[in-house]
Structures are given as structure tokens and as C-alpha cells.
């Protein structure tokens, strides 16, 4: 029986995936030190969170079915402590919540929730929509967003990024002591941070030395977020299956080619939006200071900061660098094809047979 089970619930984009991949690049050395891992078909927890909150998630919620079952009871048998990681446990409604909890019934449960200041975490989601066929522009993204509740919503950003809402959610019935708020260093601080701060949560030493994790999910910038959303556009009514649209457009052109560009516009708010995220932000600050729950970082990593250089509008980059970035992406793909195929010749050359009479 697992002494604590430490579940991870988000908040999407705020070093989860390098988290995760740390935990997972590490699996045996934290086991010597007295933490689980779950392993899992896949490497992650994914299918077990989309199980547990019940998405369908473009077609894989079937195959997934009876994984979060399976997670918690491998978290239950760790001899020592055990994790669970993935950001979209943070949608989890109140009755998954009280699921969760019953399937881990007998361990200690925290509540780990690492969060990032809005003014990156904006932008950053609404370039995750449009990683996942999204086709608003950011101008209406950010307008929902701002008209939306953000307590009890069924708007996906607040569901998982609403601080407040969240904790509530997942830290119902635990005393405050078993709620861990990571906050996410500032931009330009080095990775290892954000995971010596996890690391202390789980009881694991910081200054262990581990494998770092390499796997990331970087941002697309202002340039290639466009592209992609045209791009969707372009493919709404077409019959492109899930799995192939999350190789090619996702895996290769968003991960692969259009964040890795070093020519990348940085998406950022517009001043006029820039006094909500400092109200929002004070309110989940004080909430914090109120609340009793234990904080690992500081909460001034939740305040933006906003760049002294003019605004430019995410939705209007030059069609010049979209253009550009579009011949760049499509040379890679047709470059990245031609090297799948080598040995699959497109076309064989048969010679014509030639038709004698008598």
C-alpha cells in the first residue's frame, strides 16, 4: 500500500510535458528513492486522465477505458510513494474528482498544481486550440475568454487554468497542508528550477542528479500559429482522421518545424486585455495567501510582465513571414516524405509491351 499518492492535475502548458518525460527518463533512479512512476502502454498518463474525466479526445477515449483504474491501483501498490501526472486532470468535474479519490482510497493524497502567470498562459492555450484544429483568431479567443465565467465554467481554458476553481475542485475534503501550488519560474530561467521545486513537493531531493527530461511543448509564435489556423480552415469538411492530422500538422509541422523557427513572433496580450489578467491575478493571489495551501516557488512568478516593445497583433502578422514559414514547413514535409519512402519508389517504370501483327 502506497504510503502517499501525489496527483499532478495541470495546469496545462506550465512545463508539464518536461516534467512528465523527467519523471518517466528517471523511473528506476526515483524508485531507489522511494517514489513510483506508474508505468503505463503508452509512457504516460494520458489515456488514464482522458478515462477519469471522460473525453473523447478525437476518437481515443475507447481504447482508453479502465486505464485510470489501472494507474491508481498500480499507485496503491508502490511500496513507497507513488505520482500521477497529466495537465488535463485539471477539467475533472466534482463527481470525477470524488472518483478519484474513491479509486485511491487508503493512501495520503496531495494535490500538486503548478502554475503560470496568465500573460504567457494566453497565448500559449490559444495556440494549443489551433494545435488541435482550432480556427479562431486570438482576438475572439481572448474576448470569450474574458466574457466567460471562470468558476464552475465549461470553458476549457478556465476549467484547467482557473487556479482558484481548480484547487477547489481537486483539494476537496484534504486539509490545506496536502495542496502544492508550484509556481513556474519567469521566462529565460533555467528547466532544472521548475523540477527542483516538483522534486521537493514529492520528497524527492532537488540536488539528486537526473536525467532531464528533452521533450517539451514549445510554442508555435504569432507567424506559425497563423499558419496552422489557415491551414485548418483549409481542411474543415475534409476527411482527415485524428491520427493522421496529429502526425502531420501537429507532430510535424507545429512541434517539429514551426516552433523550432528561430525567426519566431512572440504572441502577446493587447494592453487594453492587460488590466483583467492583473485583477484575475490579485484575485488568485489573495486567494492563495487565504487559503493555507503550501506554496513551492513565490507567488510574484504569477505576475506578468509585459514587453516594453510596441504590440503587435498575433492575428496580423505580416503575410510576407507567413508565406515564408509555409514554403519553409511544406519543403521540410515533402523533404521528411522523401525520406520515409526511399525505399518505396512512387512510381515503377514497366516497359510497354508492344503489339505485333501478322
Known amino acids: 500500500m502506497a504510503g502517499r499518492v501525489f496527483l499532478h492535475v495541470g495546469a496545462p502548458k506550465t512545463g508539464t510535458t518536461y516534467l512528465q518525460d523527467t519523471l518517466a527518463a528517471n523511473r528506476d533512479l526515483l524508485a531507489d528513492h522511494g517514489l513510483t512512476y506508474p508505468p503505463t502502454k503508452s509512457g504516460s498518463h494520458f489515456e488514464a486522465a482522458i478515462d477519469l474525466i471522460d473525453h ?10 479502465g486505464d485510470w483504474a489501472a494507474v491508481a491501483s498500480a499507485a496503491l501498490k508502490a511500496t513507497d510513494d507513488a505520482v500521477i501526472s497529466h495537465e488535463v486532470l485539471a477539467a475533472a468535474t466534482g463527481h470525477q474528482v470524488r472518483r478519484a479519490h474513491a479509486a485511491l482510497e487508503g493512501a495520503e493524497v496531495h494535490i500538486i498544481y503548478t502554475a503560470r502567470d496568465l500573460g504567457r498562459q494566453i497565448p500559449a492555450e490559444w495556440q494549443e486550440t489551433v494545435k488541435h484544429r482550432g480556427r479562431r483568431r486570438f482576438g475572439g479567443f481572448l474576448n470569450h475568454l474574458m466574457d466567460s465565467p471562470r468558476t464552475g465554467s465549461k470553458q476549457w481554458f478556465w476549467r484547467v487554468q482557473g487556479l482558484p ?8 475534503g484534504l486539509p490545506p497542508d496536502r495542496i502544492h501550488l508550484v509556481t513556474v519560474p519567469p521566462a529565460g530561467t533555467d528547466s532544472g528550477v521548475l523540477w527542483q521545486r516538483f522534486a521537493s513537493v514529492l520528497g524527492i531531493d532537488p540536488a539528486l542528479a537526473v536525467e532531464r527530461g528533452v521533450r517539451s511543448n514549445p510554442s508555435m509564435g504569432a ?53 483583467f489578467v492583473e485583477e ?17 516557488g513565490d507567488l510574484d512568478d504569477l505576475q506578468s510582465s509585459w514587453s516594453p516593445e510596441p504590440w503587435r497583433n498575433p492575428d496580423t502578422p505580416r503575410p510576407r513571414l507567413v508565406a515564408d514559414a509555409a514554403v519553409a514547413a511544406l519543403a521540410e514535409m515533402v523533404a521528411a516524405e522523401a525520406e520515409r519512402r526511399r525505399e518505396e519508389p512512387l512510381f515503377s517504370f514497366r516497359p510497354r509491351r508492344r503489339r505485333f501483327g501478322r
Open 56 to 65: 473523447r479526445w478525437g476518437g481515443a477515449l475507447d481504447a482508453a477505458r
Open 165 to 172: 476553481d481548480v484547487l477547489t475542485r481537486w483539494g476537496n
Open 223 to 275: 507567424v506559425g500559429t497563423t499558419l496552422v489556423r489557415k491551414l485548418n480552415v483549409e481542411l474543415k469538411g475534409r476527411a482527415i482522421s485524428q491520427p493522421v492530422y496529429a502526425e502531420l500538422v501537429r507532430g510535424l509541422l507545429a512541434h517539429q518545424m514551426l516552433a523550432a523557427r528561430p525567426d519566431k513572433v512572440r504572441a502577446e496580450l493587447p494592453p487594453s486585455s492587460r488590466p
Open 280 to 296: 484575475v491575478t490579485a484575485e488568485w493571489v489573495d486567494w492563495v495567501e487565504g487559503s493555507g495551501i503550501e506554496v513551492v
